[in-house]
């Protein structure tokens, strides 16, 4: 509690309760809109409006200009200076006694700094009605958590340089780009192309555009010009670079090399063409999130069924992939959903195609954990029915425009519950995202969402304004219309852009079988002989390429865990094998192995190794211990079901034809991964090793093998060791936050091991020890 805002409180609803339309604020020391409204409606009364409300319009605005200046020697209204004190209080800004309702020095002073943090440089301590305004809102002039300098210092410059116009008023200085920072730079735009104040809105239309086109930013321009385009490079950094790390443009006066690099970059990340310059397009993907709509596309996405002639219509216009649905909700009637026969039209056309899935997904009431979870394996029965392959990347869709606040409460658990739905399956396919920019780069860091389709094209969202492209952005949608619309046969139809990160499905990804064991093989061979021409350690090269991309990244935590991957590397192979392969049938049980998975195991021991004894590492989390941390969080979903942790694991763990994220797939990936990897640590070439080990007697005896390897052939090792884990005792803390994300994943908001008693918790530790134990007999 703050005793000066409580003061301001307890003042205004003292001075206003009783007045037709004053609306009373909570009396608890707190700054908040609430507050900041009855200051508001306060000093519409004051001025004599009749018809208060929280809006500080230009009603408000134009009978504060008649007061004349406000400032040392003001007095023609005692309550006014007061409320300018109030407000300064509750914006942290200390105005001086408040009782005797006098514009004192110290009220004076205060203005001044709050002035001086908006960017207004030696101004005095007068309040004109901008500044009235920028006193009774809740935006902050100074640097708040998350917040960047360079933000900060561009939000003062355009204060500074644009306040005098008559439709720009005062913008947070915090170092956060935001909507209204995105609107008010458009404005400095405008009044910059001549659009005359009354006109400059902030919209991006048609003068503006125009304004745009005729003015590219580059070597030669004006200094007004190079500070805006460098401002805006600003708010849309950082960018990824290849190499994993960050790029930021700076705000600059002049045109230099240094922008001239960054611009390349964006453009580059932004499928433009590179021409280092501030061109239109550049421009319009710096401001909008649907860029230039009429950019040339070779991606789309309808609700229409793409049979008939339209697949080769839309083949000859250009277009390559097409995004279609799995599936509808029950009670639509659109009939959007893949049709029998559909994927075989459309790949006899040349198109590939990306899978969406959306059950409603239209308000904050459609996403939930449980309804993630519900729809992922909806989403993953559809794909199996269409015949798509693992690693299949599916795009799970948010279709409004989600607050912050929403995303947190709601969007991102049901994204978590999706990546749990999904893995329950065995993780045959991928989490993509469908949504708002800041509902993609949010989905993206949270709920670790491989792919982002962007819905650009609605770029009066909140989550489009002022917020930068997300790094793994896949498609971005930018223009809908009706393909062909003077045809007989037009359909509605969006245009996406189709970065390739996600190269979709085509006809090789449908219906696909597991490679056999010699064709893993001679895999595995060729994989390394490529490893050795482009350089490296070729054994940490193969196991690079055969974990991605399902087991890469910042945003899924394995960059954080072991390390990235060299995506050169992963291009070079690309480029010379036209099928690498995926899963194989394991020679011992015929079941479907999932390749990415046991390399991501193998590689996480490979680089950090495991043990010694019962002590639980990074090398561990990479396989069967990060797949415990699951099924933990899957057995607190599910408490209800099973009080007992140990008749969960003997229900769960290593069973075939089970909803569970550490099935008997599971375990078999994780034991081979862990005998490969330690055999690859000790020196054994990785195409030998695992040649070795799957044509000898691994497979039959991986579970003993296992038991005996990493836990000496003792069930209390296995207890101990994955206590110490479940427990946090590896005294790593990246890896317990890792630990802590891959429960909360797979079980919502669940009680974390840490804080689970001993009699709880032991008996499911005990089940997995048993159960390892168990399978080691054979």
């Given amino acids: 509690m703050d005793q000066r805002v409580l003061e301001a409180q307890q003042w205004v609803n003292a001075a206003y309760t009783g007045v037709p339309g004053y609306e009373r604020c909570e009396e608890n020391g707190r700054t908040g809109w609430a507050t900041m409204f009855s200051l508001t409606r306060g000093l519409q009364h004051e001025l004599g409006i ?21 400032g040392q020697g003001y007095s023609r209204n005692a309550n006014i200076v007061r409320i300018i004190q109030h407000g300064l209080f509750c914006k942290g800004y200390d105005a001086g006694e408040t009782q005797t309702g006098r514009f004192h020095s110290g009220t004076a002073g205060a203005v001044s700094g709050l002035k001086t943090d908006i960017g207004l440089f030696g101004s005095d301590g007068t309040v004109d009605p901008k500044i009235f305004k920028a006193i009774l809102n809740m935006d902050a002039y100074v640097m708040l958590s998350g917040g960047r300098p360079r933000v900060q210092t561009i939000q003062r410059w355009l204060n500074g340089k644009y306040l005098n116009r008559s439709t720009f008023f005062v913008i947070p200085c915090d170092g956060i780009y935001s909507r209204d920072v995105q609107q008010a730079l458009m404005k400095a735009i405008q009044y910059e192309v001549g659009i005359p104040d009354d006109n400059a809105t902030g919209n991006f239309g048609p003068g503006t555009q125009a304004g745009l086109a005729r003015n590219p930013v580059g070597p030669g321009s004006s200094q007004s010009w190079v500070e805006l385009f460098s401002s805006a490079c600003a708010f849309n950094s950082p960018i990824r670079r290849p190499d994993g790390g960050a790029t930021e443009a700076g705000f600059q006066y002049r045109w230099d090399d240094d922008l001239a690099s960054w611009v390349r970059m964006f453009q580059r990340f932004s499928l433009l ?37 339209r697949g080769a219509r839309l083949f000859n216009a250009g277009y390559r992939v097409v995004g279609r649905y799995l599936d509808e909700s029950p009670d639509e009637s659109l009939d959007k959903e893949l049709q029998p026969g559909e994927l075989a039209a459309i790949f006899a056309a040349g198109l590939r195609v990306f899978p969406i899935s959306q059950y409603y997904g239209r308000g904050l009431e459609d996403f ?8 992922a394996l909806l989403a993953h029965g559809r794909a199996v029915g269409y015949g798509f392959n693992a690693g299949t990347v599916i795009y799970f869709a948010v279709d409004y425009d989600a607050t912050s606040e929403e995303i947190t409460s709601n969007i991102v658990p049901y994204f978590n519950g999706v990546a749990a739905g999904l893995r329950s399956r ?3 396919y991928v989490q993509g995202v469908y949504g708002s920019r800041n509902v993609c780069s949010r989905v993206s860091s949270e709920s670790y969402a491989r792919h982002s389709f962007v819905s650009g094209m609605s770029y009066g969202f909140s989550g489009n304004l002022g917020f ?20 007989s046969d037009s359909f509605p139809l969006d245009n996406n852009v189709w970065r390739g990160t996600d190269p979709g499905c085509g006809p090789e990804n449908v219906n696909g079988r597991d490679a056999t064991l010699d064709e893993f093989l001679a895999f595995t061979r060729t994989l390394y002989s490529l490893a050795v021409s482009y350089g490296g350690d070729p054994t940490d090269r193969v196991l690079e390429y055969l974990r991605y991309p399902k087991y890469d990244g910042v945003r899924t935590g394995w960059t954080l865990l072991i390390g990235s991957v060299d995506e050169a590397w992963v291009r070079y192979v690309n480029e010379r094998v036209a099928n690498p392969v995926r899963s194989f049938l394991d020679p011992a049980t015929r079941l479907s192995v999932n390749l990415d998975h046991l390399a991501a195991t193998a590689h996480a021991v490979y680089r ?19 797949d415990l941390c699951t099924l933990y969080g899957e ?3 599910a408490e209800s079901s099973y009080a007992s942790g140990y008749l969960f694991v003997e229900a769960r763990f290593a069973k075939l034809n089970v909803e569970s994220t550490f ?6 990936q994780d034991c081979d991964g862990q005998l490969i990897g330690t055999a690859a640590r000790a020196g054994g070439r990785i195409d030998d090793v695992i040649a070795a080990y799957m044509t000898g007697t691994g497979p039959a005896t991986r579970f003993r093998q296992f038991y005996l390897t990493r836990h000496g052939g003792s069930a209390q090792n296995v207890f101990t060791t994955a206590k110490n884990m479940l427990n946090g005792l590896h005294g790593d803390v990246e890896l317990y936050g890792l630990q802590s994300a891959a429960i909360l994943l797979s079980g919502g908001v669940v009680t974390l091991p840490t804080d689970m008693p001993d009699y709880k918790l032991d008996p499911f530790v005990q089940g997995y020890a048993d159960a390892v134990e168990r399978l080691s007999r054979g």
């Fill in 368 to 375: 939930s954990w449980s309804k993630g979870y519900d729809h």
């Fill in 608 to 626: 950090k190794g495991t043990g010694p004894g019962t002590a639980s590492t990074r090398g561990d989390f990479g396989g069967w211990a990060g």
């Fill in 50 to 70: 009749t018809e208060l409300s929280d809006t500080f319009g230009p009603t408000t605005m134009g009978l504060i200009a008649a007061q004349g200046p406000i």
């Fill in 468 to 487: 930068p492209m997300p790094d793994n952005w896949a498609f971005t949608q930018i223009k809908e219309f009706f393909f062909e619309p003077s045809s």
């Fill in 426 to 428: 065995g993780g045959r």
């Fill in 663 to 668: 099935a008997l797939t599971d375990y078999i």
């Fill in 273 to 309: 063409e590179e021409s280092g310059v501030g061109d239109y397009r550049t421009w319009a993907q710096l401001l909008v999130s649907m860029g230039d709509p009429d950019r040339p596309v070779s991606a789309c996405d309808t609700s229409r069924h793409i049979l008939g002639g």
């Fill in 635 to 637: 057995w607190r979903y």
